[in-house]
Nanobody, 119 residues
Framework: QVQLVESGGGLVQAGGSLRLSCAASGRSFTFYDAGWFRQGPGKEREFVASISWGGGSVYSADSVKGRFTISRDNAKNTVYLQMNSLKPEDTAVYYC????????????WGQGTQVTVSS
């Protein structure tokens, strides 16, 4: 089992940048693929980006391609989401998630961190 804690959210102007971090504790993080999801006001939770346990495979939603980058440092048990060229529509609670390798089963979730982008 793994516990996840996100940090790095906040208020930023459109065009700005933020880096979210997700710190994992518990079982070795190398057992898990990881991902970022978000839920905007009045919207359903949606996929943002994912990264395999070793970092060799990454995927991102079309809405963030070219602007957001997911990465991980297994030595620090941390996953990151670098967000550049932020837009007001990126405003959401961002959640980190993890699941067993290649399962697609994101069974562990953090509590979320708020990102607000002002126009």
């Amino acid at each position: 089992q793994v516990q996840l804690v996100e940090s790095g959210g906040g208020l930023v102007q459109a065009g700005g940048s933020l880096r979210l971090s997700c710190a994992a504790s518990g079982r070795s993080f190398t057992f898990y693929d990881a991902g970022w999801f978000r839920q905007g006001p009045g919207k359903e939770r949606e996929f943002v980006a994912s990264i395999s346990w070793g970092g060799g495979s990454v995927y991102s939603a079309d809405s963030v391609k070219g602007r957001f980058t997911i990465s991980r440092d297994n030595a620090k048990n941390t996953v990151y989401l670098q967000m550049n060229s932020l837009k007001p529509e990126d405003t959401a609670v961002y959640y980190c998630a993890a699941g067993p390798r290649a399962s697609g089963d994101y069974r562990y979730w953090g509590q979320g961190t708020q990102v607000t982008v002002s126009s």
